[in-house]
């Protein structure tokens, strides 16, 4: 089985993003409903996960990151119990308001929407750090309800901006091995639940310097080439049967399990 990277080889179809865009703006509508008083559509919220690195395909599951005011972090961080466990649930709650014949729940650290049309959502409720002098250092806590409850950092901006920068110097050749690899996984290997960090974080550090062949230029890479070097990759880096990555950009450290 021949399975070359091609060049601008998925694309999500237009109808697919507008659904997607809608959707979008109905859920942070309701959580800005919930929890700012506001009506905005647009605020205390952006795309995260594959469709904020932009490497997602019409197949890849839609993240979203809500920014919830501190206020809430600090009631639900000094509640009795699993307070990361409540706080799932009272974004659930207001997510049911508009999608009360979805399937809505709560699923460890972020809550799921099934949509009818086999779309979809995952929301990941976060609260913005700030450093010494009250500033917003550019990361996030999330709830993790596994363990009895704790809160865990991420910092999407940071890996978005790493891919985006990498994809530019490698003429799109990052976004298109990433969404080829998704391609190949769902198309044959599905069971394997290979999430998209993992597939992202491991194309970014394997690839090194290729790129796609300017216009007007000529390679001198034979077929299968570049495909060969992402998979002596992946041999050199098992050794110990674990593959180590981090997360572009924010350097955490990425489970591979």
């Known amino acids: 089985m021949s399975l070359p990277v091609s060049k601008h080889g998925e694309i999500i179809p237009r109808d697919t993003r507008s659904t997607i865009s809608t959707r979008y703006r109905t859920v942070t509508r309701a959580i800005n409903q919930e929890f700012w008083n506001s009506q905005s559509e647009t605020q205390n919220s952006l795309y995260v996960g594959s469709y904020g690195r932009g490497t997602a395909v019409d197949t890849s599951d839609l993240d979203i990151l809500v920014e919830l005011p501190e206020s809430e972090y600090n009631h639900y961080d000094s509640a009795r119990g699993n307070g990361q466990s409540r706080l799932l649930q009272a974004v659930r709650s207001a997510i049911q308001t508009v999608y009360p014949r979805s399937d809505v729940r709560a699923d460890g650290q972020v809550v799921k929407i099934a949509f009818s049309d086999d779309m979809q959502f995952e929301i990941l409720p976060a609260f913005k750090n700030v450093d010494w002098f009250g500033q917003w250092d550019g990361t996030y806590r999330y709830p993790d309800t596994n363990m009895g409850g704790n809160w865990r950092p991420t ?21 298109d091995t990433c969404k080829h ?77």
């Open 181 to 257: 690899f998704r391609r190949v996984r769902d198309d044959h290997y599905s069971s394997y639940h290979l999430s998209g960090i993992v597939i992202d974080s491991f194309v970014y550090a394997a690839m090194g310097n290729w790129r796609w062949t300017p216009d007007g230029e000529s390679s001198s890479a034979a077929h299968g080439d570049y495909e060969l070097v992402l998979l002596n990759y992946l041999k050199r880096t098992m050794l110990w049967s674990t593959l180590y990555l981090t997360a572009p950009g924010s350097g955490q450290e990425v489970d591979t399990r």
């Open 155 to 175: 910092n999407p901006k940071a890996e978005q901006e790493a891919m985006k920068q990498k994809n530019i110097s490698n003429n799109g050749l990052l976004y």
